[in-house]
């Protein structure tokens, strides 16, 4: 099966930086919708921001300006920079692929989640 392995989570300070990764692997035909979601501790999962496969975004209004998803089709990996962290920003990440293993079958992926703790 594809897989999604995650990276780049930790602890920061309020106003750090942090950049996340998420690389698949297996047999991939192609990857459509890339995305990034989080979930804190009591609330619901959330998208973070999106990307399709032809380099459109989109990204919730709480980070709108402050983080960019991009993706290197190469590696087939996504990336979330996040700037100007906040404490509300602390969560678990995952990311999340449409990911086709041969021309007519698409699945849905998720990694395995990362922490992200912003400190005041």
């Known amino acids: 099966q594809v897989r999604l392995v995650q990276s780049g989570g930790g602890l920061v300070q309020a106003g750090g930086s942090l950049r996340l990764s998420c690389a698949a692997s297996g047999i991939i035909f192609s990857i459509d919708v890339l995305g990034w979601y989080r979930q804190a501790p009591g609330k619901q999962r959330e998208l973070v921001a999106a990307i399709s496969s032809g380099g459109s975004t989109n990204y919730a209004d709480s980070v709108k300006g402050r983080f960019t998803i991009s993706r290197d089709n190469a590696k087939n990996t996504v990336y979330l920079q996040m700037n100007s962290l906040k404490p509300e920003d602390t969560a678990v990440y995952y990311c999340?692929?449409?990911?086709?293993?041969?021309?007519?079958?698409?699945?849905?992926?998720w990694g395995q989640g990362t922490h992200v703790t912003v400190s005041s």
């Open positions: 999340n692929a449409f990911i086709s293993t041969t021309l007519l079958k698409s699945e849905n992926y």
